[in-house]
């Protein structure tokens, strides 16, 4: 063996020491970035969680509140349209008296009608077994 080589083979315990050394220190240094990226997610999932909690109770108040809006808007539509279909009717059932009371005149005017001819054939009729 050389001197070179036999320089380096004692100096390796003291170069394996340093690695180790290094290692531990590196171990050491990649436990605690996971320790730290372990807390900050754990801290990231709380925060989620408080906002998804805050965002619901937003929702569930907003939606509770629209939708009773949107049950009073319904709710005033709807006495609208029962007021409308209301006057309607009423005035569906005038138009329908009126036209009653027309079609009553008019039969009645027919049968008076009716009435003069039969009455006034009658009177023909009778004048014409005085005449015979």
Excluded at 4 to 26: G, H, W, Y
Excluded at 63 to 87: P, S
Excluded at 102 to 128: F, H, P, W, Y
Aim: aromatic share 4%.
């Amino acid at each position: 063996m050389t001197a070179k080589m036999t320089d380096n083979l004692e100096a390796l315990p003291d170069r394996v020491d340093r690695i180790e050394q290094k290692l531990d220190s590196l171990a050491v240094s990649v436990d605690g970035r996971f320790s730290e990226v372990s807390e900050a997610i754990a801290e990231q999932r709380r925060y989620t969680e408080f906002a998804f909690e805050h965002l619901r109770s937003d929702l569930t108040s907003f939606m509770t509140v629209e939708f009773r809006h949107v049950h009073e808007k319904i709710a005033t539509l709807d006495n609208r349209i029962d007021k409308k279909i209301a006057a309607l009717d009423n005035k569906l059932d005038q138009r329908i008296a009126n036209l009653d009371n027309k079609l009553d005149q008019r039969i009645a005017n027919l049968d008076s009608k009716m009435d003069q001819v039969l009455e006034g054939q009658k009177r023909r009729g009778r004048t014409r077994k005085k005449k015979e």
